[in-house]
């Protein structure tokens, strides 16, 4: 069956980086569009950054821009989001999500999730 294993969440202080990682089996990677989504508490899930099939193409949530950037790696079937100066407004579960629809950030056009990851940052 299809898994996403969401790694790499923690604490970092403000202005610190992290770099998650999301590995997938069971499903043709390549023929996938990827992306992250996160969710904090009480709050509604939010697009983070997405990736076309062939690695390509990226785009991103406007509050993340110019700090994040999102890669795969379809010889490791693995997609990465590099989370550079990192603000404690960042705080929430990470999940990386799979979907045949490239440049959608509707959670709902995505097949495949993810368990998360907690990224915490303090200030």
């Known amino acids: 069956q299809v898994q996403l294993v969401d790694t790499g969440g923690g604490l970092v202080q403000a202005g610190g980086s992290l770099r998650l990682s999301c590995a997938a089996s069971?499903?043709?990677?390549?023929?996938?569009?990827m992306a992250w989504f996160r969710q904090a508490p009480g709050k509604e899930r939010e697009f983070v950054a997405g990736?076309?099939?062939?690695?390509?193409?990226?785009y991103y949530g406007d509050s993340v821009k110019g700090r994040f950037t999102i890669s795969r790696d379809n010889t490791k079937n693995t997609v990465y989001l590099q989370m550079n100066s990192l603000k404690p407004e960042d705080t929430a579960v990470y999940s990386c999500?799979?979907?045949?629809?490239?440049?959608?950030?509707?959670?709902?056009?995505?097949?495949?999730w993810g368990q998360g990851t907690q990224v915490t940052i303090s200030s």
């Open positions: 990736v076309t099939r062939s690695g390509i193409n990226t």
């Open positions: 069971g499903l043709t990677f390549s023929t996938y569009a």
């Open positions: 999500a799979a979907g045949r629809t490239a440049f959608t950030s509707t959670p709902a056009q995505y097949a495949y």
